[in-house]
Each structure stands twice: as C-alpha cells, then as structure tokens.
C-alpha cells in the first residue's frame, strides 16, 4: 500500500513558479513510477508528468514541455514537480499518481494523492 500526500499548491501570477511535493508513505514507493495529472473544471483529468522508478526517464505533456520538470528522491519517498513560466491554462487541481507506468492514463493509476490546487492569475 502506498499512500501519497501533495503539497505546494497555491496561487501565483503568470509567470511565476511553483513546487509540488508528493510524499509518500510505505516501503514500496520505489516500486512504482510516478505520475502527475491535472484536472480544471469540467475537464477531463490529464496528464502533465511522469517519471520511472529509478527517476531517469520522464514523460510530459506539450503543453508543459520546458517548463515543468519531475524528479524523484526515492530515499526521501517523495516527488516533486517544479513549475515555471506559469500560466493562466495551467490553473487546475494537480494529482499525485503511482502505478506501473511512467506515460499513463488514469484507469492504470494504483494509487492517488488527494489533490492541490494551483490557481494561476493573468
């Protein structure tokens, strides 16, 4: 069982950044990839990010490509997504995910966080 908890959402202006942190509880955290979506209203949840269980292949969306970077600490059990250059489309509530792949949709997800929520002003 994993359990996973973000943190770090908020709001900012256009342009800004943000770090998400996605703590995880258990042993088994580096069993799985990481992955994280994002929902705004009346949206399908997508995904932004992903990376592998060793934290050396990633997955991201084109419309976060060069602004958004995941990365891993599989010692600390937790997964951090840094964003930058935000803008007002990236508005959304922001899921922590874990399952077997890196590049996935969400009926493959084994495990989610409960959710942030980043709000980004123009």
């Known amino acids: 069982q994993v359990q996973l908890v973000e943190s770090g959402g908020g709001l900012v202006q256009a342009g800004g950044s943000l770090r998400l942190s996605c703590a995880a509880s258990g042993r088994s955290f580096g069993h799985y990839a990481v992955a994280w979506f994002r929902q705004a209203p009346g949206k399908e949840r997508e995904q932004v990010a992903g990376v592998n269980l060793y934290g050396d292949t990633t997955y991201y969306a084109d419309s976060v490509k060069g602004r958004f970077t995941l990365t891993r600490d599989n010692a600390k059990n937790t997964a951090y997504l840094h964003m930058n250059s935000l803008k007002p489309e990236d508005t959304a509530t922001y899921y922590c995910?874990?399952?077997?792949?890196?590049?996935?949709?969400?009926?493959?997800?084994?495990?989610w966080g409960q959710g942030t929520q980043v709000t980004v002003s123009s």
């Open positions: 995910a874990a399952g077997r792949y890196y590049y996935t949709t969400p009926d493959r997800i084994d495990y």
